[in-house]
């Protein structure tokens, strides 16, 4: 079973070839099918953000392991007890990757996202010629969604998770550092909920444009511009109630806290550098301002309602450049380039008789 896998540790950018961390594709097992489980014939995977940390050994580095959690495809199979939430083999779904116990101390006290036992069996890699996951993993998509559009269904359910946490109001003030696809969704996401003088802090100009395209009020260039003068401008000196990270840039987020007004929120939404430490002055920005920071982890009971939104959103863009699955290396190298702001490895040719019928059409130009 053909998947890509990381098979040397490393920063993958590395310009010194003897420490790069090196992505191949590999020969896997064929999992076993489980009597509750659903074997999926993937169609895309979509490359996150975290995916290049992972590759420097972030979680694991027991080498080689396979990668890939944003995916959508076809089942093809399901075990003699997968018939709770009535999935039937040729469904077109999307995947949660992680599967979540629902009887540890965490997950019967809300808070899944804590589950003991997140690390175990079923955590398998989606970036792949097929996967075997439990049936509460498994969502079927809306007949308007394609399979491309599909695997974004995993990065939606976080943006959704940021909307949760930031607790907006409507006509709260927000601003959103980084313009990759958690930002881009996420501004689509908190421009629904209400967000006013809504802002992108983004460094390439085609990001800032997609931004304004999809729902930004205003961008601001961090390199070309003066980024605290301009946020004072835009709120009048009264800063945002809402600043949300998705850069999992230690150099963006130094000075992210004083865009915050007095007794807002800046929400950290990236995954960052694991020995990155933000020094904060707890005088000022917690006592006197009281800002209230906070970060997301993983999406806990949001699948559901990102499902919801899934067709109401704007995914043109993020679905342009697709690579077959044996050019993972190549994908991987336009990912960390910036050229685009979602690469997607496509790992099966499937039919799809939903969805975006410009989907095949974008498929031969990627």
């Known amino acids: 079973m053909r998947t890509v896998a990381v098979t040397k540790i490393g920063r993958l950018a590395d310009p010194d070839e003897t420490v790069r961390g090196r992505v191949d594709v590999m020969?896997?097992?064929?999992?076993?099918?489980?009597?509750?489980?659903?074997?999926i014939r993937i169609a895309y995977s979509s490359i996150c953000g975290s995916d290049p940390?992972?590759?420097e050994g972030f979680f694991r580095t027991d080498v080689p392991f396979g990668l890939g959690h944003e995916v959508s495809g076809v089942i093809v199979e399901l075990g003699?007890?997968?018939?709770?939430?009535?999935?039937?083999?040729?469904?077109?779904?999307?995947?949660?990757?992680?599967?979540f116990c629902g009887t540890c101390r965490a997950c019967t006290d809300g808070r899944q996202q804590f589950c003991e036992f997140l690390r175990n069996e079923y955590r398998r890699p989606g970036m792949s010629e097929e996967v075997v996951w439990h049936e509460s993993q498994v969502y079927r998509l809306p007949d308007s969604v394609s399979l491309l559009e599909g695997c974004l269904l995993e990065p939606t359910s976080i943006a959704v998770r940021i909307a949760d946490k930031a607790r907006i109001r409507v006509g709260d003030r927000?601003?959103?550092?980084?313009?990759?696809?958690?930002?881009?969704?996420?501004?689509?996401?908190?421009?629904?909920?209400?967000?006013?003088?809504?802002?992108?802090?983004?460094?390439?100009?085609?990001?800032r444009e997609l931004a304004l395209a999809t729902g930004?009020?205003?961008?601001?260039?961090?390199?070309?511009?003066?980024?605290s003068a301009r946020a004072d401008e835009i709120t009048e000196g009264r800063g945002y109630d809402l600043v949300v990270d998705a850069s999992g840039s230690p150099r963006a987020v130094r000075g992210l806290l004083d865009l915050a007004t007095?007794?807002?929120?800046?929400?950290?939404?990236?995954?960052?550098?694991?020995?990155?430490?933000?020094?904060?002055?707890?005088?000022?920005?917690?006592?006197?301002r009281e800002l209230t920071l906070t970060g997301v982890f993983v999406a806990p009971y949001t699948f559901p309602r990102a499902l919801q939104l899934l067709p109401h959103l704007e995914l043109t863009a993020l679905t342009r450049a697709v690579f077959p699955l044996e050019d993972?290396?190549?994908?991987?190298?336009v990912h960390l380039s910036g050229q685009h702001p979602k690469v997607v490895l496509r790992c099966n040719?499937?039919?799809?008789?939903s969805g975006d019928d410009n989907e095949k059409e974008r498929n031969r130009g990627a």
């Open 27 to 39: 020969d896997f097992p064929r999992q076993d099918l489980g009597p509750e489980d659903v074997r």
């Open 53 to 55: 940390h992972v590759a």
């Open 80 to 99: 003699e007890r997968a018939t709770k939430n009535g999935l039937a083999v040729g469904d077109r779904v999307a995947c949660n990757f992680l599967k």
């Open 174 to 207: 927000v601003v959103i550092c980084g313009g990759g696809p958690i930002g881009q969704l996420t501004l689509q996401m908190l421009k629904k909920a209400g967000a006013t003088s809504l802002t992108l802090i983004e460094p390439l100009a085609e990001r």
């Open 216 to 227: 930004a009020e205003h961008v601001i260039d961090p390199i070309g511009e003066d980024q």
């Open 262 to 288: 007095k007794g807002g929120m800046v929400l950290y939404g990236a995954l960052y550098p694991h020995d990155y430490e933000l020094p904060v002055n707890l005088a000022e920005y917690l006592y006197q």
């Open 328 to 333: 993972a290396a190549e994908a991987f190298q």
């Open 349 to 353: 040719d499937l039919d799809d008789f």
